[in-house]
């Protein structure tokens, strides 16, 4: 009996700091003041190219932070990145460590249960990629008996993992940290194909033409959005707003031409198709 007494009364206590800590005036931020301050703080993953990374200079580019900060200059305050592994990311924005993830997060019906995301600002699909001196793999089935990479936790990881039991294909799913590795691991032959969101295969194609290929159809519909906390959905009001209003100013195309040499963020198919 002490000891549950004890626990209770330190229940008590915690409760008590916590409502003392809720009423000043440096608590956490509620999705109606998560804007007050000017400040819009961004969990990133920043190994994810050509959406976040780093640069020679080691300064966080790429396409989603020139739209995080288009949006925020849109919203009349200031981006502020915060780094993170893309395992613990959505822990993080949960933990609120942050107020919302820009970091190529694929809006799916999973996803759509447990977050508050925004309209699709960019496209987005998954594909396999190849050596151009390997037999390209078009279909899931090809990948009998081969090792294929994906980023640990991504919609591609969990795809492959769902195709490989459906399908009965006997592959290796070997995982990665980041994309870096996963293609410097094609490159090196460690694994035979890579399997990833379309904007990043395009990315590395575009960067190395001789080397690797396109080799399969998008296998997938998930385009890109804004994810905040389930609770968190008048930012998310205020997010669809500004994404409007950069798609109709040209921004999103200019952003898009320049990180892909074309333009996916007009037209955007929202019927997800999905493997999860």
Request: net charge negative.
């Amino acid at each position: 009996m002490k000891r549950k007494l004890l626990g209770l009364s330190l229940v008590v206590l915690l409760l008590s700091a916590l409502v003392l800590t809720g009423c000043s005036s440096g608590g956490t931020k509620t999705s109606e003041d998560a804007l007050a301050d000017k400040v819009l703080s961004i969990g990133v993953d920043d190994t994810y190219l050509p959406m976040e990374f780093r640069d020679d200079q080691n300064e966080l580019v790429g396409f989603d932070i020139d739209f995080a900060n288009a949006l925020a200059e849109e919203l009349g305050v200031t981006a502020e990145f915060q780094t993170v592994a893309w395992d613990g990311i959505f822990n993080g924005l949960n933990a609120k460590q942050y107020d919302v993830i820009i970091s190529s997060t694929s809006i799916t019906p999973e996803r759509l249960e447990g977050f508050s995301m925004s309209d699709p600002y960019v496209a987005n699909g998954i594909v396999i990629v190849s050596r151009k001196d390997a037999t390209p793999v078009t279909v899931f089935k090809e990948l009998e008996g081969k090792v294929l990479g994906a980023q640990i936790e991504t919609t591609a990881d969990i795809a492959a993992e769902k195709l490989k039991v459906d399908e009965g294909v006997n592959v290796e799913i070997k995982k990665f940290d980041g994309m870096l590795d996963a293609f410097a691991a094609l490159q090196g032959k460690q694994i035979d194909n890579v399997i990833t969101d379309i904007g990043v295969a395009m990315y590395y194609v575009a960067q190395n033409p001789d080397l690797y290929v396109v080799s399969s159809d998008v296998l997938t519909n998930e385009p890109i959005g804004i994810t905040a906390r389930l609770a968190d959905t008048a930012i998310t009001e205020q997010f669809n707003e500004a994404i409007k209003a950069l798609q109709e100013s040209g921004k999103m195309t200019e952003i898009s031409m320049k990180w892909f040499g074309q333009d996916m963020t007009k037209d955007i198919d929202t019927e997800l198709i999905v493997i999860e």
